[in-house]
């Protein structure tokens, strides 16, 4: 089982920065991908960005591709997300993800698959 826990959203203009934190805890964690995914009102929830926690590699969504970075620290046993040059359409709630194997979406997470209870991301212009 694994928990998470995201925290840092809030109000922030265009163009500005904010950084997303998932606290995980539980047993074999260290062993899964983690990731970020964003789901806006009316929208299916999408990929943001993943990492794979025992070696650190990392894969983006086009739209996170120069502007977010997704890192972790082992031994706080945290995943973050750098958000810059952010726009109105980020505007979401965030979600921090981990799986078992590596995904590009909902679907590709298998089972099992956590989540936190989100943080809202809200980018005015």
């Known amino acids: 089982q694994v928990q998470l826990v995201e925290s840092g959203g809030g109000l922030v203009q265009a163009g500005g920065s904010l950084r997303l934190s998932c606290a995980a805890s539980?047993?074999?964690?260290?062993?899964?991908?983690m990731g970020w995914f964003r789901q806006a009102p009316g929208k299916e929830r999408e990929f943001v960005a993943r990492i794979n926690w025992a070696i650190g590699a990392t894969y983006y969504a086009d739209s996170a591709k120069g502007r977010f970075t997704i890192s972790r620290d082992n031994g706080k046993n945290m995943v973050y997300l750098q958000m810059n040059s952010l726009k109105p359409e980020d505007t979401a709630v965030y979600y921090c993800?981990?799986?078992?194997?590596?995904?590009?979406?909902?679907?590709?997470?298998?089972?099992?698959?956590?989540w936190g209870q989100g943080t809202q991301v809200t980018v005015s212009s």
């Open positions: 539980g047993r074999a964690f260290s062993r899964y991908f």
């Open positions: 993800a981990a799986a078992a194997r590596s995904f590009r979406s909902v679907q590709e997470m298998g089972v099992p698959a956590y």
